[in-house]
């Protein structure tokens, strides 16, 4: 593996890339979860200054963007995403002064910054819900929120029988008697974006952090926000029982929700380059999910169709033909994504068994069975995960890659339960499990230490022994590591992307995928047990060490032809 690939880029190359409109359409996003990353100040929580130290480890990784979650003022009632105020950092993590130079020293070494905004609901300490709750009912303080009346004779009972996100009841009844809706929990309530304040102050927000040298916004659950709440609300029972793909579904992905993104597109216009948004909305077909991708509005959506599937040729066939297709039909370009801090880590779903099409979130029954060794396949796991990515990795459009990934960590399963903090593990979040606290877990970056170099005391989540083994320090220089893999992988990448198109290679067997791009790329997937020849070209790199011109099962291969 050549070093070369991993330094940073000649000055004139940054400036040219920097500049680019089109920048993300193919880009290497990295995403950071701030507070555990990097702890600069030793009180175990990661910060911004931490960040800004690590720059030259991004730098050497290769990507091309890195993506915060939220680092703004939170009681963490759920990692952040619950926002108290949306333009300003957590004094826990750092300042706006931190955030400028932390952006600078970024930029400096051509990567450009994303952020995390939540706009379906803030945080229970946010100025206005305080001002909602001072003010009285039906008063416009309240308008900016959704309160109503309970039901039965004193209102004592929830407006309707819905469950929030995380378990529980999705109304919470304040001093007054009234109620109001927070579709997570009861610290989220959620916004009313039929209030035009509302609406102006997030294009306040967009301008702030744009006007702070910001590139682009991930945007949370981005196809809540609007709902239809009549009179007589739906129940539970009649919700389940709606299509929530018609675009006239109460709660989710309604159509008006795309006006408040064409507006977000003007502010976004008004800057050089234009910034960037991709949207977080987890809807069904992918026609829906088009729309949040259009020039128009957001830009691009994230695909989770390849995190929801198992480790199969023909899975991921489909998946990637249906997804480029939709990205040609939309004009934008696609995503892949196999990690985020929602979601038990690919290394760990890929040592367990396949799913095979049953609907549920891969590895959270691991976890809630307290992560038995002997049903998990970890070796086997991290060689399926490599060879995912580096498939990935070949694919037009953006990849975005979750913080620990490039270290080949697994899901961190034994975590006390007085330790956790995921609000889904306290109530009862049956889809979550115990929680998302094991991708959660801060980063190894040496192989002893305190917090092996997390930071100068025990980190905020418990890390296991094991992550000695996978700290950067460990993998840094030693060719066969992960670290190195994702290295290489991105210089190569950035060397060889060129036009979006990709054309699929005749393998005659349906566990091995192989498609060529511009210039000649060849990549090649064997996804079953046995070896299979390569095509011709030269080997560029490979996820496992190859034996000759034969690619062994669990095995990607890079060529140039
Ligand atoms: C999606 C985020 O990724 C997740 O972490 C969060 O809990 C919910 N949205 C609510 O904001
Ligand atoms: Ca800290």
């Known amino acids: 593996m050549s070093t070369d690939l991993t330094s940073s880029l000649p000055a004139g190359d940054v400036v040219d890339r920097m500049d680019d409109p089109d920048w993300w359409r193919q880009a290497a996003v990295y995403q950071i979860y701030p507070r555990s990353f990097a702890d600069a100040n030793g009180d175990g929580i990661g910060d911004l200054k931490g960040i800004t130290s690590k720059v030259p480890s991004l730098s050497a990784l290769g990507v091309d963007a890195v993506w915060l979650s939220p680092f703004y003022p939170s009681a963490l009632a759920d990692g952040g995403y619950d926002v108290d105020d949306y333009r300003d950092v957590d004094p826990k993590i750092g300042t706006l002064a931190d955030f400028d130079e932390m952006t600078a020293a970024l930029h400096a070494a051509g990567i450009k910054v994303i952020v995390d905004i939540v706009p379906n609901h803030s945080s229970d300490r946010h100025e206005w819900f305080k001002r909602a709750l001072a003010a009285p009912k039906g008063s416009p303080e309240r308008d900016r929120y959704i309160f109503r009346d309970g039901l039965g004779e004193n209102g004592d009972l929830p407006p309707s029988d819905w469950t929030a996100a995380f378990g529980g009841p999705a109304w919470s009844r304040v001093e007054d008697g009234q ?24 294009l306040k927000t967009l301008r702030f952090w744009s006007d702070r040298g910001v590139d682009g916004f991930r945007v949370d659950v981005a196809n809540l926000l609007v709902k239809d709440l009549p009179e007589v609300l739906p129940s539970k029972a009649e919700l389940d029982s709606m299509d929530r793909d018609s675009g006239d579904y109460p709660l989710a992905d309604r159509d008006e929700v795309h006006e408040i993104y064409a507006d977000w597109r003007r502010v976004f216009n008004e800057y050089d380059p234009p910034r960037t948004a991709v949207a977080e909305a987890w809807v069904d077909s992918p026609a829906r999910r088009a729309k949040y991708a259009s020039p128009e509005g957001l830009g691009q959506a994230f695909n989770f169709d390849l995190l929801q599937a198992d480790f199969s040729g023909p899975q991921f066939h489909r998946i990637i033909t249906e997804n480029l297709e939709q990205s040609r039909n939309t004009g934008s370009s696609s995503t892949w994504v196999f990690s985020n801090h929602d979601v038990t880590r690919h290394a760990t779903r890929y040592g367990l068994p ?60 034994d975590i006390p339960a007085d330790r956790r903090q995921d609000p889904s593990f306290f109530r009862g979040a049956e889809y979550d499990g115990l929680g998302r606290d094991g991708c959660r877990v801060p980063i190894p970056w040496t192989s002893s230490g305190t917090s092996f170099g997390f930071g100068d005391s025990d980190a905020h989540l418990p890390q296991p022994q094991w992550f000695a083994d996978h700290s950067e320090q460990s993998q840094d220089g030693a060719a066969d590591s992960t670290l190195e893999l994702y290295r290489a992988a991105l210089g190569l990448r950035r060397e060889l992307q060129a036009g979006e198109s990709l054309e699929w290679l005749e393998t005659g067997r349906e566990d091995v995928l192989a498609f060529r791009r511009p210039n000649g790329w060849v ?19 490979a996820s496992a060490e190859l034996d000759g011109r034969s690619l062994p099962g669990a095995t990607t291969a890079w060529l140039k032809q």
């Open 179 to 202: 109620w109001y809706l927070h579709l997570f929990t009861p610290e989220q309530p959620d916004w009313n974006w039929d209030n035009p304040e509302v609406r102006a102050d997030f």
């Open 523 to 541: 990549s090649i997937t064997k996804f079953g047990g046995d070896d299979v020849e390569l095509p011709d070209g030269d080997v560029l790199i």
């Open 354 to 413: 396949p799913l095979n099409g049953r609907k549920v979130k891969q590895g959270v029954e691991w976890v809630a069975a307290g992560g038995p060794e002997d049903e998990l396949d970890r070796a086997g796991g991290l060689r399926r995960a490599r060879a995912a990515t580096l498939l990935m990795l070949a694919l037009p459009g953006s990849s975005y890659l979750y913080q620990g990934e490039e270290l080949g960590l697994h899901e961190v399963a």
